[in-house]
């Protein structure tokens, strides 16, 4: 049985209008990087930059360390989701296969930094590309503008 809750919150997701950010840049194969899920991507930011003030402890207890390891895979796979199968696979020659079974601190730093800086750089190409957007909207409007006025 499905709840009133529910029949609401599948209603509103097809309600709301899909978004994909599309980078100019291609993979060597033509196809387009992207965006696709903006919006998680977002989210996955901030839970990356939330995470940056533990990371920074010098002493790290393992149990902290465990968690936070369980946390960057649990982003990378949400990332994953959020982006084309040609920044899927960017992100995947980025962060490599490991090779420790058990990542120390260090390792587990490094691969943060590396999650961190990716997905910002991402976060700002989007937005740059979503000004571009916005900005040859403009102008296209005021040109229609212009030519409608005598």
């Known amino acids: ?5 529910q029949r609401t919150a599948g209603q509103a997701s097809e309600a709301m209008p899909r978004m994909a950010v599309v980078f100019s ?3 060597p194969q033509g196809t387009p990087y992207q965006v696709e ?3 998680r991507l977002l989210r996955m930011l901030a839970l990356l930059t939330e995470a940056d003030d533990e990371l920074r402890e010098v002493n790290l207890p393992p149990q902290a360390l465990a968690r936070i390891q369980r946390q960057l895979a649990a982003v990378s796979v949400e990332i994953e ?17 490991r090779a420790a079974a058990e990542p120390g601190p260090r390792e587990v730093r490094i691969e943060y930094v590396a999650l961190l800086g990716w997905v910002s750089g991402l976060v ?3 937005l740059s590309q979503l ?5 040859d909207q403009q102008q296209a409007g005021q040109s229609l503008a212009e030519q409608r006025s005598p």
Not at 1 to 5: R, Y
Not at 131 to 135: D, I, K, L
């Open 1 to 5: 049985m499905v709840s009133a809750a």
């Open 37 to 39: 899920s903006p919006d």
């Open 131 to 135: 000004e571009a957007a916005r900005n």
């Open 25 to 27: 840049r291609t993979d």
């Open 124 to 126: 700002i190409g989007m």
């Open 81 to 97: 989701r959020s982006v084309s199968p040609a920044l899927a696979d960017e992100l995947h020659r980025l962060l490599g296969r």
